[in-house]
């Protein structure tokens, strides 16, 4: 990929950069295990609001700096912290915010996850859409050792893993293998260190080859419908779809595949 010198993003804990479609948006602090500080999800959430709002990205990979570790987590010095109560339960909304914030980006999303996924590090990498980890990588919720427990991310990790398998997560706070986070549902594939950039830069760039508007509104369809009792999720998804079918995009699409040739997105 070449970067575009525009798109680089002017933040401290974090690291922007945009090229050929993809925002890549880095945990930036590899000497504290790129650990969330308050100051790291401020500028993280902003990352993501600046990906969502720009024409020039069409999908965000979120990665962490180093080698070792994607996050590990809260910084857990916050919780030792001489501030009162109140502070600190409005200082979790930053975890809120970004939550909320990821199934409505309108662009497809892909966690990297090029080291260990820890404690509220499972839950940015778990917000993604698609997640590829490296090989060696490890997941886990080990709150409970330290005398805390997942709640921020208890949610999240309900609607991707089945509920057993969270439950021995959470309460053993037990780490599982890349593998096996692939066959319990957090991740989609492992793939091994000198294959690993390669591997999301392809995914990568497929997801930005899709018409951006037919992404924005599949993209939203899927998170919607999934709390919907099913008749209205029905109903929703039938006017999704005549939606689908006043844009240009769709047709540009069907005519592109019957003639055998790659598609020309207008964006409408």
């Known amino acids: 990929m070449v970067a575009d010198p525009m798109s680089q993003g002017s933040y401290e804990q974090v690291a922007y950069e945009v090229a050929d479609g993809v925002a890549t948006v880095t945990l930036n602090n590899p000497e504290k295990r790129n650990m969330l500080s308050g100051q790291m999800l401020t500028e993280l959430v902003a990352a993501m609001e600046e990906a969502r709002d720009s024409e020039a990205v ?15 987590g809260a910084d857990l010095g916050g919780f030792a912290a001489e501030a009162s109560l109140v502070e ?6 930053l975890f809120l915010d970004f939550f909320r914030l990821m199934p409505r980006l309108g662009k497809p999303s892909l966690c990297a996850a090029n080291g260990h996924v820890l404690a509220g590090g499972m839950g940015l990498a778990l917000s993604c859409d698609l997640l590829i980890a490296k090989e060696g990588a490890t997941f886990g919720t080990p709150e409970i050792n330290v005398g805390a427990f997942p709640y921020m991310i208890m949610a999240v990790i309900y609607r991707n893993v089945p509920r057993k398998k969270v439950n021995e997560m959470m309460l053993l706070g037990e780490r599982l293998s890349a593998e096996q986070a692939v066959e319990f549902g957090l991740a989609n594939k492992v793939v091994a260190a000198g294959e690993f950039d390669a591997a999301v830069a392809d995914w990568a760039g497929k997801l930005a080859s899709k018409s951006p508007l037919l992404m924005r509104i599949g993209h939203d369809a899927m998170y919607r419908q999934q709390d919907m009792a099913l008749d209205d999720a029905l109903d929703y998804l039938r006017s999704q779809l005549s939606l689908t079918f006043t844009t240009e995009d769709i047709v540009e699409g069907v005519t592109a595949f019957f003639e055998k040739r790659d598609p020309q997105w207008k964006g409408r």
Do not use: E, N, Y
């Open 88 to 93: 600190k339960h409005f200082a979790s909304d």
């Open 58 to 72: 069409r999908a965000v990979v979120l990665t962490g700096a180093g080698d070792k570790v994607f996050c590990a």
